[in-house]
């Protein structure tokens, strides 16, 4: 199936795998022009809205019951596509706000939050749905429904979770006025973090000088 035929008329939009398709392929394509960096000021509310629709699919894919592909093997897609340049396009729009700090398993008992960067977990997104999609357009269309189920509940699904209460977290910070205490020198190359290393103190990033970089317009 060829990117012409995608969204081809014939198909039933009422289709669960057609409507599953149009939600992912729109997040891919959203994303990539958000990217390009013609709107820098909108990034993180666009970002969010975008994570938002993608997981009301990756919703309606948990809630499916479990997907079998026609094959018992997954077909060989080739190399995977290159997502470096995307990723450093989002993490340029992103300073200072990419990274951020998460907790890998909320049911895992005194788990310590570990760092991550938004612009890695959305390329990390994005293999994952690009190879379901090379699926589908192929034909395949239940070996993309079951890999987009297996990587949601695997990979795609926490990922997208965890970046996209990063994001509101970046936008409630700037909206209710409130100041966004600055982990000075956190970065993913770092071990597991404690508690004392987010309470430290690193000086204040007013969230007026967030807005500012990000093109947003603080709550009076």
Do not use: C
Request: charged residues 25%.
């Amino acid at each position: 199936m060829s990117d012409a035929t995608l969204h081809a008329t014939g198909q039933n939009p009422d289709d669960f795998a057609v409507q599953i398709a149009d939600q992912i392929e729109s997040f891919l394509v959203a994303v990539t022009e958000v990217a390009k960096g013609d709107e820098p000021g909108s990034t993180v509310p666009f970002l969010l809205l975008e994570v938002s629709q993608l997981l009301l699919a990756g919703g309606r894919l948990g809630a499916h019951e479990d997907i079998v592909p026609d094959e018992r093997y997954e077909p060989d897609l080739g190399p995977e596509g290159d997502v470096d340049e995307l990723r450093e396009n989002l993490a340029r729009l992103l300073d200072p706000v990419d990274v951020y700090s998460e907790v890998f398993d909320p049911y895992e008992p005194r788990k310590a939050p570990v760092p991550a960067r938004i612009s890695d977990d959305l390329t990390d997104v994005i293999t994952d749905l690009r190879h379901g999609m090379a699926h589908y357009r192929a034909g395949r269309t239940a070996e993309a429904l079951w890999w987009w189920q297996f990587s949601y509940f695997s990979n795609w699904g926490s990922t997208a979770s965890a970046t996209l209460r990063a994001l509101h977290s970046v936008l409630a910070h700037i909206r209710l006025n409130q100041p966004l205490e600055e982990l000075d020198g956190l970065d993913t190359d770092q071990g597991v973090m404690g508690d004392e290393t987010l309470e430290f103190e690193a000086g204040k990033v007013m969230q007026q000088e967030i807005g500012d970089q990000l093109g947003l317009r603080t709550a009076k």
